[in-house]
């Protein structure tokens, strides 16, 4: 497998939750704010990857490892898991920086987006072969 992009996340106030861990709903969060990470460091964003086209997430999924408590600092791994067509699926993995532990992991399913025409379209070359880099083993 190929090297995964890694994203910085320290766990603010406002992702605690009455139980005084990481609210369920965060990771996705966390997710997007690696994702954002990752495509700016591709040259894109989630508005422009590229021939005036975007992205909008169709499907996501997280699975809960441990707990995770204020302020504690995670590392979150970013992988293609597929790239064809009109879809993107991006994968990831946080770690507690404190103990090497894995908290969470999840994916995003990503759809290439035309605003104009209001349609699904072909994800852009240029994104498709600078992701490449980042395949999965089963990507």
């Known amino acids: 497998m ?3 992009f890694l994203a910085p996340y320290m766990v603010t106030i406002g992702d605690i939750n009455y139980g005084r861990h990481l609210g369920n709903d965060r990771p996705l969060l966390i997710f997007q704010d690696a994702r954002i990470r990752f495509l700016r460091s591709l040259g894109f964003t989630e508005g422009d990857i590229g021939e005036g086209r975007s992205i909008v997430v169709v499907e996501s999924g997280c699975r809960y490892l441990r ?3 204020l302020h504690e600092e995670l590392q979150v791994a970013v992988v293609v898991g ?3 067509g009109k879809k993107c699926r991006l994968e990831y993995s946080a770690t507690r920086l404190g103990d090497g532990q ?4 999840g994916f995003t399913l ?5 605003p104009h025409s209001k349609r699904a379209a072909a994800l ?3 994104f498709v072969t600078l992701c490449s880099a980042y395949l999965g083993e089963e990507g």
């Open 110 to 114: 990503l759809l290439a987006y035309d």
């Open 67 to 69: 707990q995770v408590f």
């Open 2 to 4: 190929r090297q995964p």
């Open 82 to 84: 597929e790239l064809q």
């Open 124 to 126: 852009p070359e240029q």
């Open 102 to 105: 894995k908290v969470f992991e």
